[in-house]
């Protein structure tokens, strides 16, 4: 929302990659994890835009607008942040929750959320944040 959507999905994508390898291989539940591994990419490819919309700086399309609002309506209030922050917030979280709805609808199935839930548990996470080490190596 804050940061340029580009670079949002960028940093995004190896979080979503890093889920996908906790997986177990497509062999064991090829529809399931196949379904599941397109709803990660999907999240983060179409999330990313409709997080942009919020704020003018989160996507380039936002500048146009307001550049072409000021040259086709010369006298009208010049549109400044918070106006668009208020247009633009509400409009992304129906968007989010619409799209968060429809991926539900179409890559989630009943009972999924078991399966997957041994593979994404709490304590594979805290395992993996314990490997990644200290975030200062020295001491304050």
């Known amino acids: 929302m804050w940061l340029h959507n580009v670079a949002a999905a960028v940093m995004m994508m190896p979080v979503a990659t890093g889920i996908l390898h906790r997986l177990p291989p497509a062999d064991e539940q090829p529809e ?7 709803a990660v990419i999907l999240t983060v490819v179409y999330a990313t835009p409709i997080g ?4 003018l700086t989160g996507t380039g399309v936002n500048l146009i607008i307001i550049g072409m609002w000021k040259s086709l309506v010369p006298n009208a209030k010049p549109i400044s942040f918070n106006n668009w922050f208020f247009f633009g917030f509400p409009a992304a979280v ?20 078991r399966v997957l839930s041994d593979y994404l548990d709490r304590a594979h996470l805290k395992r993996d944040l314990e490997a990644l080490g200290k975030f200062f190596a020295f001491k304050f």
């Open 52 to 55: 942009g919309i919020s704020t």
């Open 32 to 38: 399931l994890m196949n379904k599941f591994s397109r």
């Open 94 to 113: 129906l968007l989010l929750l619409c799209f968060w709805c429809m991926l539900c609808l179409i890559y989630v199935r009943k009972g999924s959320s």
